[in-house]
């Protein structure tokens, strides 16, 4: 069982930052790819980035490529997401998540992955 925590969400403006964190416990969690996810009211849950489970691969959504950055602390067993230059259509709740197979990237699927944290809202106002 992976146990995943979110943090670091809140309101910011358009062109301003917000990094989110996803605090990871449990059984050898530091061996999971995560993804980050999102999900406005009335929308599907989008993928936006991913990062292996030893950090040197990362996934980038097209909306957000270039603009937010994934990376992980092994050390604090956290994954990251810095956020820059953000948009209104970047507000959603935002959700990291986990395999059940530890040293596998499952895609861009939402349904590929079996934990998931509680989630963190994002505001972007314009």
């Known amino acids: 069982q992976v146990q995943l925590v979110e943090s670091g969400g809140g309101l910011a403006q358009a062109g301003g930052s917000l990094r989110l964190s996803c605090a990871a416990s449990g059984r050898a969690s530091d061996t999971y790819a995560v993804a980050w996810f999102r999900q406005d009211s009335g929308k599907e849950r989008e993928f936006v980035a991913a990062?292996?489970?030893?950090?040197?691969?990362?996934w980038y959504a097209d909306s957000v490529k270039d603009r937010f950055t994934i990376s992980r602390d092994k050390d604090k067993n956290a994954v990251f997401l810095q956020m820059d230059t953000l948009k209104p259509e970047d507000t959603a709740v935002y959700y990291c998540?986990?395999?059940?197979?530890?040293?596998?990237?499952?895609?861009?699927?939402?349904?590929?992955?079996?934990?998931w944290g509680q989630g963190t809202q994002v505001t972007v106002s314009s």
């Open positions: 990062i292996n489970w030893s950090g040197e691969n990362t």
């Open positions: 998540a986990a395999p059940y197979t530890a040293l596998w990237y499952p895609g861009t699927h939402w349904n590929n992955y079996d934990y």
